[in-house]
């Protein structure tokens, strides 16, 4: 079965840096398209980046854009986000995605806090 396994969260201060990782299983890695969103306490998730399957097309979201990057390693089946150069309001619980015909996968999340 297709499974995600967000790690790499922890708590910074503000300006620093941390590097998530997705590790998944379950399905053709190289074939898919991945996502990472968030969900920050009160709010709705929102998406943050996206990376094709060859990771050769990637797009950020503007409040993101600059200062994260989506990366993945097709031979490790790991997608991942490096984060720089944070602020207190990117403090959320990090998810990865990916879609499976008409049904969307999600990992656990790992939290990211960042103080001020």
């Known amino acids: 079965q297709v499974q995600l396994v967000e790690s790499g969260g922890g708590l910074v201060q503000s300006g620093g840096s941390l590097r998530l990782s997705c590790k998944t299983s379950?399905?053709?890695?190289?074939?898919?398209?991945m996502r990472w969103y968030r969900q920050a306490p009160g709010k709705e998730r929102e998406w943050v980046a996206f990376?094709?399957?060859?990771?050769?097309?990637?797009n950020h979201a503007d409040s993101v854009k600059g200062r994260f990057t989506i990366s993945r390693d097709n031979a490790k089946n790991t997608v991942y986000l490096q984060m720089n150069s944070l602020k207190p309001e990117d403090t959320a619980v990090y998810f990865c995605?990916?879609?499976?015909?008409?049904?969307?996968?999600w990992g656990q999340g790992t939290q990211v806090t960042v103080s001020s």
């Open positions: 995605q990916v879609t499976q015909g008409n049904h969307d996968y």
């Open positions: 379950g399905f053709v890695f190289r074939g898919n398209a």
């Open positions: 990376i094709s399957s060859g990771g050769t097309i990637t």
